[in-house]
């Protein structure tokens, strides 16, 4: 399983971004029962911007409830973050991760968790 980012990009201060994540899988059904994006800047740990379970049911870091909403498209195994309001604090490279079960056939069923290879995201102010 591997997961495509796109959407980051340079932006001002108040201004919008929306990012997409969608798994490429070969060789079998991924089935992910949460979907999620992190961010990370230099020195810092990584950190939870938002996730959407299954059941859609969303998890929003502090920093950004209000303005940002997270999206899943089930049928395209994709993910989407719509990022609105956007400020300075906000500039990380953000990450894609996907984790549930990989169906190979009926009686191989495997847990996977992937992430993606990030994207950056630069508010200026």
């Known amino acids: 399983v591997q997961l495509l980012e796109s959407g980051g990009g340079l932006v001002q201060a108040g201004g919008s971004l929306r990012l997409s994540c969608a798994a490429s899988?070969?060789?079998?059904?991924?089935?992910?029962?949460?979907m999620g994006w992190y961010r990370q800047t230099p020195g810092q740990e990584r950190e939870l911007v938002a996730t959407?379970?299954?059941?859609?049911?969303?998890k929003y870091a502090d920093s950004v409830k209000g303005r940002f909403s997270i999206s899943r498209d089930d049928p395209k195994t994709a993910v989407h973050l719509q990022m609105n309001n956007l400020d300075a604090d906000d500039t990380a490279v953000y990450y894609c991760?996907?984790?549930?079960?990989?169906?190979?056939?009926?009686?191989?069923?495997?847990?996977?968790?992937?992430w993606g290879q990030g994207t950056l995201v630069t508010v200026s102010s």
């Open positions: 991760n996907m984790k549930g079960a990989l169906v190979i056939t009926p009686t191989d069923i495997r847990y996977r968790e992937v």
């Open positions: 959407i379970t299954s059941s859609d049911t969303t």
């Open positions: 899988v070969s060789g079998g059904t991924f089935r992910p029962n949460s």
